[in-house]
């Protein structure tokens, strides 16, 4: 289950989620979207290993109850609790507002950019029953990105291995037959030695194959 | 490699290269990871301007062993490059970009945000491209050369393409520009680019593009020699935005009139995180019609108070529907001599005359980050929006006048019906004449409406006036002589005047307005003598008008004693 928090204004005026209030969607992703009371909040926290993912908004505010006499202190500091929590059960988080730098490892994510993949995202884990995050930060297309994650793995390892050595590394075969899918990899290589080529070439054939 | 600088992740890839590349300690600058356009921008500034960076070499791809590639390190040079608050030296330090991609491939496989279009930038002068082999590297340092002053319009800034983000709302950006551009003339920039309201804004990629391309950002400090004289004025300022900047900017401006510069906290009705919208639009409202009927000299009112449905990209909306039409229309309702200025971020002419032909006094376009407007272009509207301010004060005495002729248009209980109708039109006539500036002719007419109550209440026939139902004579006429029931008085300086107490005067004398007028305050309304002495000074100011022109001898303390007399005659 993925759980979205975003109690900003007008969200359902501004972007694309109607998807989101469908029976279907519903039941792989809640979205609250107005300020959860400090009691929802409890309960969130309590439920939290019911979710694989929680996506807060970066100003989620925390709004205390009439019969609550938490000071308002202890109510903003709920927030930072709850935080705590979901990382300290390992469940994954991501963070989106507007403007918000998007940055993969930071899990930090725009927030136009954090709606316009949502849908793929869901469908996708829907589907597998697997989050994959790239989607959510990269489109449906994040494998043509994914390859190229893995071949810039790969050309840091040609740059620091010696070439006689690229038959027993890994990494290099598995780069290799990512993007030569119908051929061996040591025959790649292999006609690499036969060809004689550098380093600096065989990067540039990595490059115009990708 | 003494000013080559790095910018490093400190992963086991940067460390051997920065090794290989001989650059010392000093000249490793650390990511950082940033979390919006802002810091990003704050931390260029603080990075370059604290060092002598000849070359800067960034990783495209940071962190250097992200779990996914991606292309952040443009958007990093694109801060450097976009930096206004950097001297243009700085900004145009050759940049190398380290991947180990093709240019073409990386191109074609990323997706790039479509308002920044980062991408660009790899086309720009200035931008160098090597692997992360070592060779390669020293060698693009050798060819990367700074960039020249001239080309950084035609070759970097030309070959951009930032436009404004779709949710970032016009109106945002126009606001902080605005308010940056009037504060640089007024001489308190320092203090509105420091506030975050205004800054978050300027900081973002397509304001920054937008303040290189005009060149508009200065750190020059400028002084306003001709301060406005505001001391004693009320002001009242109305803007959604006061709380990101304008009221700031407005307390500064009006700085004369201290704790009479009054302005409705925004701030109060909006949602505290970003975006600021109104959560309580109406409960703003409220506080603005709160003032309605209080005493201001002036009222600036912005034309859009309700950003999220009036944004100024949004042409489908009526310029009368605007909600500060709106509240200018209820001000005027209540009082038509209210001196307002209505301000707008929209430089369409139509909003701008329909809120003239509601009669406001004028306008105030705040600045378009669109245009390219220079300084002196800013501090020539500034000075035309001060000419506007100071001919506001000097009509706000229109505001006292409108409430006395209302209170006197509203009484109307006297029972000759033809006078009232007559002298509803000529109050009419009256209030349109004052308020075009033509005091004199404005205070004539008025006096008219004294006049002909009088003709018609004083029986020239018999010089009478009906008291409680009763004939009372005014002149008593005697053989040899006639006895008038009041004292002439004259008054070469102030007027002639009457006064209690009769007087005997010889058969013949006709009475004039003066003693109808007299009598009628004295024995209908039971006036004491200083009022009929200042009667007296009216007529004399009605005769030195009517006789020796209009020059502008009328002024609002003397129409309004004659409006406080329409009043008493119409009840």
């Known amino acids: 289950m993925i759980l979205i928090l975003d109690d900003t204004e007008k969200l359902r005026e501004r972007f694309d989620i109607e998807f989101l209030y469908d029976k279907e969607f519903k039941q792989a992703c809640q979205l609250i979207d107005k300020k959860p009371y400090s009691r929802d909040i409890m309960q969130l926290a309590q439920n939290l290993n019911s979710f694989k993912i929680v996506c807060p908004h970066r100003s989620l505010r925390i709004q205390k109850e009439e019969e609550n006499n938490s000071s308002d202190e202890d109510i903003s500091k709920m927030k930072g609790n709850f935080i705590r929590t979901i990382d300290e059960r390992k469940i994954e988080r991501i963070e989106f507002g507007r403007d918000m730098h998007t940055n993969f490892s930071a899990r930090t994510i725009d927030k136009n950019l954090f709606y316009a993949n949502l849908k793929s995202f869901i469908d996708f884990y829907i589907s597998n029953n697997v989050l994959e995050l790239k989607i959510l930060y990269y489109g449906e297309n994040y494998k043509e990105i994914e390859m190229m994650t893995l071949i810039d793995k790969v050309i840091d390892e040609i740059r620091s291995t010696d070439i006689s050595e690229f038959k027993n590394n890994q990494l290099i075969h598995d780069g290799l037959r990512s993007l030569f899918p119908f051929e061996n990899p040591i025959d790649i290589i292999e006609n690499w030695n036969k060809k004689e080529l550098c380093k600096k070439e065989i990067i540039h054939i990595l490059n115009e194959n990708l | ?571």
Not at chain 2, 223 to 248: Q, Y
Not at chain 2, 465 to 491: C, H, Q
């Open chain 2, 1 to 571: 490699m003494e000013k080559i600088y790095i910018i490093s992740d400190y992963t086991v890839k940067m460390k051997g290269l920065i090794r290989n590349l001989n650059i010392p300690e000093a000249n490793i600058i650390s990511r950082e990871d940033f979390t919006d356009e802002q810091k990003c921008h704050d931390w260029t500034t603080k990075v370059l301007n604290n060092k002598d960076i000849e070359r800067i070499i960034i990783p495209l791809s940071l962190p250097t062993d992200a779990p996914v590639i991606n292309t952040d390190g443009l958007l990093i040079a694109l801060h450097i490059r976009l930096n206004y608050e950097l001297d243009i030296t700085k900004r145009l330090i050759p940049i190398i970009f380290l991947s180990n991609f093709l240019v073409s491939k990386i191109i074609e496989k990323n997706s790039f945000d479509a308002d920044n279009n980062p991408q660009n930038l790899l086309f720009t002068k200035g931008i160098y491209f090597s692997s992360f082999n070592t060779d390669d590297i020293k060698a693009t340092i050798e060819k990367a050369k700074p960039l020249k002053e001239e080309d950084y319009k035609k070759n970097v800034l030309n070959k951009l393409n930032i436009i404004r983000k779709e949710t970032s709302g016009g109106h945002d950006i126009a606001n902080a520009w605005g308010c940056f551009k009037l504060s640089q003339v007024v001489g308190v920039s320092d203090k509105i680019f420091k506030l975050d309201s205004i800054s978050k804004h300027l900081k973002q990629l397509y304001a920054k593009y937008l303040i290189c391309s005009n060149e508009s950002f200065k750190t020059e400090r400028r002084i306003d020699l001709i301060p406005l004289k505001c001391a004693g004025k009320k002001i009242l300022f109305i803007d959604d935005k006061s709380d990101e900047g304008w009221a700031e900017l407005m307390k500064n401006i009006f700085k004369g009139a201290g704790d009479n510069f009054v302005f409705v906290d925004s701030a109060k009705y909006k949602t505290t995180d970003e975006p600021k919208l109104f959560k309580d639009f109406e409960g703003f409202l409220k506080e603005c019609r709160s003032h309605i009927g209080k005493e201001w000299d002036l009222i600036i009112i912005d034309l859009r108070l309700n950003p999220e449905k009036e944004d100024i990209d949004n042409e489908l909306i009526s310029p009368s529907e605007f909600s500060g039409y709106k509240l200018i229309d209820e001000f005027l309702k209540e009082n038509e001599g209210y001196q307002i200025i209505v301000s707008t971020a929209s430089n369409k002419i139509w909003n701008i005359n329909t809120a003239l032909e509601r009669e406001a006094a004028s306008y105030y376009v705040k600045e378009s980050p669109q245009f390219n407007y220079s300084i002196s272009e800013t501090n020539k509207h500034y000075q035309n929006f001060k000419t506007d301010l100071q001919k506001c004060f000097e009509r706000s005495y229109l505001r006292d006048i409108y409430k006395i002729w209302k209170s006197a248009a509203e009484v109307n209980k006297n029972q000759d019906n033809s006078f009232i109708k007559e002298s509803n039109s000529m109050l009419d006539i009256a209030w349109n004449l004052i308020k075009q500036g033509q005091l004199d002719f404005g205070y004539l007419t008025l006096f008219q409406i004294i006049e002909l109550f009088a003709n018609q209440k004083y029986d020239y026939r018999d010089n009478s006036i009906e008291l409680e139902g009763v004939k009372s004579y005014m002149i008593e006429i005697n053989a040899d002589n006639e006895i008038w029931k009041l004292t002439f008085n004259r008054d070469n300086r102030n007027g002639d005047y009457f006064s209690s107490g009769d007087e005997q005067k010889s058969k013949g004398v006709r009475a004039n307005s003066l003693y109808k007028v007299s009598c009628l305050l004295k024995y209908v309304y039971e006036k004491n003598d200083a009022s009929l002495k200042e009667f007296g000074e009216l007529n004399d100011f009605r005769h030195k008008i009517a006789h020796e022109g209009a020059k502008g001898q009328a002024n609002s303390e003397n129409i309004k004693k004659v409006i406080e007399i329409i009043k008493i005659i119409r009840q």
